[in-house]
């Protein structure tokens, strides 16, 4: 099973629509969380992080259960410019090898089109 | 400071031949990671340094590849000999410890023909 699991999609929408994406990571010592963001042949940028709480970033939302090792994100008013890969990404605060470790999944493609 | 620098930025070979791809991490980074992106794996880490010591290299596919960090400003990956399915975007990254994010270069795309 891989550490971090996504649904690839892609997930096609129209502008305005709000759009949800899911994110299961099998690492149970896994303390903090994040979303990159990919656009087409270039490199991975942080979103944002994910609190256990929620959070929430203008039209993005990101929540996490740690109960059901689960993360999501969420985008309301979608724009053409959100069109790119969305990574989820869990790091290892735990002691021993995998410290410090990031462990990106495999990433979600969304369209956004007018 | 200029980011992560990664070179070449492309880069052509003949299977059998040896390649070898550069990473300068920004500056004050303790943190140091190879990463190899295909449409079909995703993102995979192949290895990744703290203070230039090697912390997890169980990423790494085989004996063809190896890694360096000399010092705290440079490090390698090599693979010798190249194999066509090596080809790929190989990202370098670096982060300081009381920072989790990462900052990425720009990516080497390797294509091994």
């Known amino acids: 099973r891989k550490e971090v699991e996504q649904d690839p999609g892609p997930f096609n929408v129209p502008e305005g629509a709000t759009v949800a994406f899911n994110c299961t990571y099998s690492?149970?010592?896994?303390?903090?969380f994040f979303w990159y963001r990919q656009d087409c042949r270039k490199e991975p940028k942080l979103l944002m992080s994910?609190?256990?709480s929620g959070n929430e970033d203008g039209r993005f939302t990101a929540q996490l259960n740690r109960a059901s090792q689960y993360i999501s994100l969420l985008i309301r008013d979608s724009k053409l410019s959100d069109s790119a890969t969305y990574l989820c990404?869990?790091?290892?605060?735990?002691?021993?090898?995998?410290?410090?470790?990031?462990?990106f999944g495999q990433g979600t493609i969304l369209t956004v089109h007018p | 400071d200029a980011g992560v620098i990664q070179s070449p930025r492309h880069e052509v070979t003949e299977m059998g031949q040896e390649v070898t791809l550069r990473c300068k991490p920004i500056?004050?980074?303790?943190?140091l990671f190879w990463y190899r992106q295909t449409m079909m794996r995703g993102l995979e880490l192949l290895i990744y340094?703290?203070?230039?010591?090697?912390?997890?290299d169980s990423g790494m596919p085989e004996d063809r590849f190896s890694a360096k960090m000399p010092n705290a400003s440079f490090s390698t990956l090599k693979i010798q000999p190249s194999e066509p399915r090596d080809s790929a975007v190989y990202f370098c990254?670096?982060?300081?410890?009381?920072?989790?994010?990462?900052?990425f270069g720009q990516g080497t795309r390797l294509t091994v023909v």
């Open positions: 990254a670096s982060r300081i410890d009381r920072d989790p994010e990462a900052f």
């Open positions: 690492n149970s010592a896994s303390q903090s």
């Open positions: 994910v609190y256990s």
């Open positions: 990404v869990v790091k290892l605060n735990a002691g021993g090898t995998s410290y410090g470790k990031l462990t």
């Open positions: 500056s004050g980074h303790d943190y």
């Open positions: 340094f703290n203070n230039n010591v090697p912390i997890d």
